[in-house]
């Protein structure tokens, strides 16, 4: 029995030991290449640049990675595009990774580490391109985009735009909305002052202000509005204590000790905040624009809400934080004149509108946006052009998500009133400097 | 015993058969040892390997060796000692919550009754849920404005109605264990139970003859001889809450006191992508499983030996 016994818990403590390194071990050589990078000048040298000229009489097959299609505007696209050019012998197909951003990154990344040619097009995430780039898994695409550039809101073009050069296709945009109660406020503030003024009598306004990636966005759209910043231009300081951050931290600390936001934002994310809101109580919210279709679905909020692009900061300017996704070309794909052929298709005024008809997917492209089916299918259209306009990208760094750490688990904190704002920048900035220092 | 008894009788031909058989077992064995090795060894071994290394995080392939560089940086952080402490106390009330709840759960079970069948299946539910499934469900019970325990609170007029649970160092912690106890209990009561089935009726019955009560019946030969199965569910359940990982990662993403060394090593290794220190965070936290359950062979497995013996 005790024998036994030894025998069974060493085993255990074996498995779980397997268990537990066993992530280490599927990381390898190389060392995963943490974010995006700046500062550095010529990491980029030598990428190879697409010939704009491969995509006419392209032939052969494609594939398009993606995270998973779970709205089907891929699928979609992708069929009409093999009935379109079938004919001439170019086929695409879609190969889908998980819906976790993180585990989309994980796939790509471990295919462009064995050089596999198995995606030609890539959907990545806009805060992905620097780090690609920089491990020279891109085709420049600087050449394609160039010949399109007046079609594009110049913010999207700011998020695949890395060491001078542009890597890929915007094929989604997306930024954050104000959304508030049209029985609640009057007039739309001209200020987040006022917002917040109105919301502290108004029954508040709730945000993303959990420790996760959806607080650094909320907490940069105000910094940046502040005029703060979190990296010197280079990429290689922190500035992340500065007076405007300072003034931009304590406005939001302030708002939660005065009741205009609930403390219970500090553990909110965009699905609490959107409940809440759809509960009926706050007179305001920060959210995505998916937030606006399902708030027209909820029994208290429906017809009572509309939605605008940031205020301003008082004394300061307007900002907003860009998401969505780009599309890339990998170096190793067989096919870059097919996959260029896709890219463009992908992300043609055809495509883009449909996408924004059907599937509510905002449009990088400037036009779609004064299209009479595009905006009545988004009555927000213009608003979010504005938002998209105004957003600016999160900081570009190889160190991105260390950088990101440091900005949502101390401004938490902060809020939580488990550091003072000056502490929070302090411990930031702090933070941020020992991260730019990894190897 | 059967061994002794053949070497007793034919002390001769034990020798060169005994030999072969040796070899011959060693033989039989190799298979397993080497499939052991590849399935558990290489991946510690490994993890060591590249503690022992920097991977840089700016230059694809660059790399260099780093001897202990890693630990050192691991063992002089804030992080890692606050995990630590985390994480033991995580376990250390967890456990023992689970352990009484258990022992009531088994008594309960073990009376005979109608549907006691069912009884028991039923109470293995909770354990039988997906961790990560609990942790979403008690996130959502926990939420403040929205949530199960708020509106009650607040129906009722009881205190705690605007505690963020999930917000606020201390009580998120408590959410956890509490979400860690209703999961996990069931499992330790089943395991006791199994011991409590072995724990022959004469036993009492001769007790009862002599007049023993209800506790003295229960705290001298209930619990003695329940010890065995005790100690394998707490070695189990031990074992299991210090690599604790799911419901941290879901309830709070390990702010406001949650963050256990799992966790953090996660953190490094996933998000950070510091492969280095990631690993030796991850051979840290191996290495205090591994001491933790050394700990109980030696202290506990003594016992077990004794009490098998008597």
Known sequence: MSRRLILLVLCAVLACGAAMVGCGGDDDEGGGGGSASSGESGTTEGAKVIDVKSMDAAKGNVTYCTGKDTSGDLKEGLKKFNTEFGADGLKAKILEFPTSADEQRNQFVQRQRAKSGECDVFEADVIWTAEFATQKWLYDLTPYIESRKAEFIPSTLTSVTYDKKMWGAPRVTDSGLLFYRTDKVDKVPQTWQDVYQQAASEGGIVYQGAPYEGLTVDFLELAYAAGGKVLSADG??????????????????????????????????????????????????????????????????????????????????????????????????????????????????????????????APPLAAVYEDPAVKKALPFAAELKQGVEQAKTRPVSQVYSQISQAIYKNVNEALTGAQTPEQALKNGQAEMEKALQTF | MEATTVKASTPQRRRSRGLSERRLAGYMLTPSLVLIALVAAYPIVYAVWLSLHDYSVRVPGLKRWDIGGNYVEALTSADFWEAFRTTFVFTGVSVFLELLLGIAMALCMHSAFKGQGALRTIVLVPWAVLTVVTAM?????????????????????????????????????????????????????????????????????????????????????????????????????????????????????????????????????????IIGLGSALSVLTFLIVMTVSLVYIRFVGGNIRALTEE
């Open chain 1, 236 to 361: 290689s300081k922190a500035e992340f204590d500065n007076p405007n951050n300072l003034k931009a931290l304590k406005f939001m600390v302030d708002g939660i000790k005065d009741g205009s936001a609930p403390k219970s934002v500090t553990t909110f994310m965009e699905e609490e905040a959107r409940r809440s809101f759809e509960n009926g109580k706050p007179a305001f919210m920060r959210n995505w624009p998916y937030a606006y279709a399902l708030g027209n679905e909820a029994p208290k909020v429906k017809g009572k809400f509309e939605v605008a692009p940031y205020p301003s900061f008082e004394g300061a300017g307007k900002a907003g934080i860009l998401g969505g996704h780009n599309a890339v070309i990998s170096v190793y794909s067989k096919n870059p004149g097919g996959a260029l052929k896709l890219v463009d298709y992908m992300t043609s005024d055809e495509r883009i509108t449909r996408n924004a008809v059907k599937y509510s997917k």
């Open chain 2, 137 to 273: 469900m008690w996130r959502t019970i926990f939420q403040p404005d929205l949530g199960f325990v708020t509106s009650m609170l607040s129906t009722f007029g009881l205190p705690g109605a605007d505690i963020v649970w999930l917000g606020e160092d201390g009580w998120a912690l408590a959410v956890m264990i509490f979400a860690d106890v209703w999961k996990t209990a069931p499992f330790m009561a089943l395991l006791l139970l199994a011991g409590l089935q072995v724990i022959p009726e004469d036993v009492y019955d001769a007790a009862k003859v002599d007049g023993a009560t209800a506790w003295q019946r229960f705290v001298r030969i209930t619990l003695p001889l329940l010890r065995p199965a005790i100690l394998v569910a707490l070695i189990f359940r031990t074992l299991d809450a210090l690599r604790i990982f799911d419901l941290p990662f879901v309830l709070t993403r390990g702010a406001h006191g949650t963050n256990t060394l799992s966790l953090l090593a996660y953190q490094e290794l996933q998000q950070n992508r």
